[in-house]
């Protein structure tokens, strides 16, 4: 019965656990009574237990926690860049029961608002994912596609995709030369991005059309979420920005209750990885006095990996960008923050990353120059089909984050803003 109750409990359990699953663990356990000579009563009470189990396993979102099943959900929906509908769905439902205020740029960022005096602190993740869209479909059946935001060419072949059609989704699959047939001499060549394909099961390109599918529909990868063998670790695609969207929830969740001195801003920006397209439209209409952007970090702890590259570390606490080649933080804004992790006792991670990009270069270029940080969940294999994130680096950004935000009243703004000699 304990083991029973341990799966049922165990924040873990990934959202493939079945009934099925659950039955067959409550007939072992009857199994093992039955030897033991249990009583009666306890195999009429694990029956009703198991039934129970079963039915609750049905709706495996009751079976683990809030924020692993809304990382799953944010993980899980479809956003390329500029397609960042679903997305943006979750997040006007999480976002709604604790803003004040929620409104729209004109590119589709989200804007909401908690408090009402003291400086503007814009709280920023973006929502857009990479992806493609198609650009022509051959009389064969197969689509041509053109990637949007840095792909790696190696990590786009046989992989599995969804396209967004007006029918609704459809299933694909960027084929792969096979190797029975594959001259020598390119068999380790990267096969470059213009020349895959996209195939979806059609015979010719009425069958495509009959599917819902024209040149332009938006291209998602397809990597569903999956908790990595009973390990706080999550594997899932867009953890850049995904975590991020996850975290500024749970901040905006937590500040409401908790209350700040400040006006909190939270904008959840479409178009970053095409040129942080959303965030400049978004500080547009923000106005901040401080920018905060949350994103999915580099964690350089796998082979290969140097430390001049990058350092973080999955599992050993938020990261904090001290330089990436689009954005400078402000150094008494990190200062605040380092005094903040050492106040609440939460190990940070400072990263410098040349190849990097984010929000927080846009927030920091508007309203005549506002002072921004780049604060992130560290990922391993962003940009490609399958990442890897920590939960304790996860729930550590947030304490990080609302901690920090709790500190930024109008006296500490106005120390971070002084730049008087
Ligand atoms: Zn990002």
């Known amino acids: 019965m304990k083991s029973l109750q ?6 873990n359990l990934s959202g493939a656990y079945t009934g099925v699953q659950i039955s067959r663990n409550v007939i072992k356990s009857w ?39 809304l990382l799953q959900s944010l993980a899980d929906a479809p956003g390329p860049s500029g397609y960042e509908e679903e997305v943006r769905a979750i997040m006007v439902r999480e976002l709604k029961p604790f803003a004040t205020h929620i409104s729209y740029d004109g590119l589709g960022s989200v804007i909401a608002q908690h408090g009402v005096s003291g400086p503007r602190v814009m709280l920023d993740a973006h929502m857009d994912e990479l992806g493609g869209i198609v650009r022509r479909i051959t009389p064969e059946g197969f689509l041509s596609m053109q990637m949007v935001g840095g792909w790696l060419d190696q990590a ?33 060549k990267v096969f470059p991005r213009n020349d895959i394909f996209l195939d979806v099961g059609a015979k010719n390109a009425a069958e495509v059309a009959a599917l819902g599918i024209e040149a332009g529909d938006p ?61 400049h439209t978004a500080a547009d209409v923000v106005h901040p006095d401080i920018g905060i952007a949350i994103e999915g970090g580099v964690a350089g702890d796998v082979p290969g990996a140097r430390p001049e590259e990058t350092q973080a570390r999955l599992g050993a606490g938020p990261g904090v960008f001290l330089y990436d080649s689009s954005e400078q933080p402000n150094r008494r804004l990190v200062g605040l923050i380092k005094e903040t992790g050492k106040a609440e006792k939460i190990p940070l991670q400072f990263d ?17 120059g506002v002072p921004a940080v780049n604060i992130v969940v560290p990922v391993r294999y962003t940009h490609a089909h399958n990442g890897v994130m920590d939960r304790n680096d996860f729930d550590r950004t947030v304490d990080l984050v609302v901690a920090l935000i709790k500190r930024l009243d109008s006296a500490t703004v106005k120390r971070v803003r002084d730049f008087a000699p």
């Open 6 to 11: 341990a799966l049922v409990d165990n924040p």
């Open 31 to 69: 199994r093992v009574m039955k030897t033991r000579n249990c009583s009666r009563k306890s195999l009429i009470t694990l029956c009703a237990l198991g039934f129970s189990a079963a039915g609750l396993a049905a709706a495996p979102a009751l079976s683990r926690d809030r924020v692993e099943t």
């Open 156 to 188: 786009l072949l046989g992989q599995r995709w969804v396209i967004l059609g007006s029918k609704g989704t459809v299933h694909a699959v960027t084929g792969i030369r096979d190797i029975h047939v594959l001259p020598q001499d390119e068999r380790n």
């Open 219 to 279: 291209v998602a990868p397809d990597a569903p979420f999956a908790v990595l063998n009973g390990s706080q670790r999550y594997l899932g695609k867009a953890w850049d920005d995904r975590a991020g969207c996850a975290v500024v929830i749970e901040v905006m969740r937590r500040l409401a209750a908790e209350g700040h001195p400040n006006i909190l801003i939270v904008a959840a920006t479409t178009q970053e990885e095409t040129g942080v397209r959303g965030a």
């Open 352 to 368: 410098l990353v040349s190849g990097y990009g984010d929000d927080s270069s846009a927030i920091q270029a508007s309203n005549g």
